[in-house]
């Protein structure tokens, strides 16, 4: 099957008819910079039931196609990437008109192209943009930041990545609680993983990196020395874990620091992964062998693989995994510990509970709809935030 699924055709998905609820409220004034909620509250002993959970979402701001959100040390703006290639910023419920990085006419805007992706490092100090150039190919480029600003001299291309096919580029990126960057890359597209990319390990295709984004060793980034691959010939050692066929957004819990990847699925199954923080890498997310827990290319995943803590069929009418957050905050005090997340063609925002690798508690709506729900954001509150491709970006907040 060769129909573009990575994102669903992000295009198309901009004529969907999905009726929003989400409140649309006057702009907000989004909180950030507080400390994490203590270690103390996970695993409270009576979580409420999600069923028993509503929330509103409260439009914010109104950009272009907005795909991806970052916070910075010490700053309470929100960074946004619009899908045009400019990063822009909201303080205090306002969008500042200047963008803080232009890279229009840098990007490709086919269907599942553009500024994918966006993240500044722990320090603040420099930001990182994941992007597909006019040739379709992926770019991880370094800027630093002078003052509110990113400084377009300083850029530096830490890593270029051929895609064979325009869709299933990936293109998230996340600083772990280990200070490397995880950098997501799908199985270079077309449908069906014709390469075999995902189980390959001769390419960086279908997989999570792992990098430290200093320079090192005449090199433009460093490679951990824990990454589990290391020292191998035959294993590119940026890999952390293969086997994904499009991680359309992971994040960590920052309270746990456990990962979670919501893996986009080829026509049936949408699955979301969960990596323990205690892990050393190396795991295995199955595609293409498998789609989700099922067989697609074959039945068993060799050496062995990491099955979905949640999956959902296409049958209510899913068609594309849009990966969010485990909740931290505060203002949604009967939501902490769950992970939200949603699906581009409902546009309801879902939550899901898990103890080991087994979900507790699900429940399939928290009451708003997001139409074109492209992606999730956190604040430095750990408040969270979805986007639609339609334009906006709400703040999840509780029924007054």
């Not at 009576?46 to 040390?73: F, Y």
Request: proline share 8%; glycine share 16%; hydrophobic share 35%.
């Amino acid at each position: 099957m060769t129909v573009l699924r990575g994102l669903a055709g992000i295009a198309a998905a901009l004529l969907l008819s999905v009726g929003c609820t989400a409140e649309p409220a006057p702009p907000g004034s989004p909180t950030s910079g507080a400390t994490p909620p203590p270690s103390s509250r996970i695993g409270s002993p009576s979580p409420p039931s999600l069923d028993d959970v509503r929330i509103h979402a409260r439009r914010i701001a109104t950009l272009e196609q907005p795909l991806a959100m970052a916070v910075r040390r010490d700053d309470d703006a929100l960074y946004v990437a619009e899908k045009d290639g400019a990063v822009r910023a909201i303080r205090r419920g306002i969008v500042d008109p200047v963008p803080v990085l232009d890279l229009r006419g840098q990007v490709s805007l086919g269907g599942e192209q553009g500024l994918l992706g966006l993240a500044f490092a722990p320090d603040g100090r420099r930001l990182y943009v994941n992007f597909t150039d006019l040739g379709g190919n992926t770019h991880v480029v370094e800027y630093g930041m002078a003052g509110d600003r990113a400084d377009e001299a300083s850029r530096r291309d830490l890593l270029v990545v051929q895609q064979p096919y325009a869709n299933h580029n990936g293109g998230n990126l996340a600083f772990g609680p280990d200070g490397y960057l995880y950098v997501g890359l799908g199985d270079g597209g077309s449908g069906g993983d014709p390469h075999g990319n995902g189980q390959s390990t001769s390419t960086l295709l279908g997989k999570m990196l792992r990098i430290d984004p200093r320079p090192s060793g005449g090199r433009p980034y460093g490679i951990p020395d824990d990454n589990p691959f290391v020292g191998r010939s035959d294993v590119h050692p940026e890999i952390w874990a293969l086997g994904l066929r499009n991680p359309w957004r992971y994040s960590f819990d920052r309270v746990t620091g456990d990962l979670w990847i919501a893996d986009v699925g080829q026509q049936e199954w949408e699955e979301i992964d969960r990596r323990d923080a205690g892990s050393a890498g190396g795991e295995n997310y199955g595609w293409n062998i498998l789609e989700g827990s099922h067989p697609f290319a074959g039945d068993a995943v060799p050496g062995g693989g990491v099955p979905p803590v949640f999956e959902y069929s296409h049958a209510d009418g899913g068609c594309t995994v849009i990966g969010g957050y485990v909740y931290r905050g505060r203002s949604i005090p009967e939501l902490e510990g769950a992970y939200l997340f949603g699906d581009l063609c409902l546009g309801e925002i879902e939550a899901i509970r898990v103890a080991g690798d087994h979900v507790t508690d699900h429940v399939g709506s928290l009451g708003p709809v997001v139409p074109s729900l492209s992606s999730f954001g956190e604040d430095g509150d750990g408040e969270l935030y979805a986007m639609s491709l339609r334009g906006g970006v709400y703040r999840l907040v509780p029924v007054s």
